[in-house]
Nanobody, 114 residues
Framework: QVQLVESGGDLVQAGGSLSLSCAASGIMFSIATMGWYRQAPGKERELVGFSSSGGSSYYVDSVKGRYTISRDNAKNTVYLQMNSLKPEDTAMYYC????????WGQGTQVTVSS
């Protein structure tokens, strides 16, 4: 059974930082692309970024330079470090895995107050 369990969501002031974690089980983590999506109220879910098994990474323009995705293959965990947070970063953040199949976590709420 595949599980992606996010943690770390919180309420934070603009300009602050937050770190999200996603613990994965039931997948071949070391060869999977791991990443994060987010969905703000009334908006479509968007890709925030990902880390491939080969070490490459991608970030959407709106978070470049502020967000960093890292992974620990020994712990089957992917992280999202978010700095210089803005109110428009407020969203439900979902962990995402892509290997032979695609999987999603349940989400963790990030709220940035102005």
């Amino acid at each position: 059974q595949v599980q992606l369990v996010e943690s770390g969501g919180d309420l934070v002031q603009a300009g602050g930082s937050l770190s999200l974690s996603c613990a994965a089980s039931g997948i071949m983590f070391s060869i999977a692309t791991m990443g994060w999506y987010r969905q703000a109220p009334g908006k479509e879910r968007e890709l925030v970024g990902f880390s491939s098994s080969g070490g490459s990474s991608y970030y959407v323009d709106s978070v470049k330079g502020r967000y960093t995705i890292s992974r620990d293959n020994a712990k089957n965990t992917v992280y999202l470090q978010m700095n210089s947070l803005k109110p428009e970063d407020t969203a439900m953040y979902y962990c995402w895995s892509h290997g032979r199949e695609e999987y999603w976590g349940q989400g963790t709420q990030v709220t940035v107050s102005s």
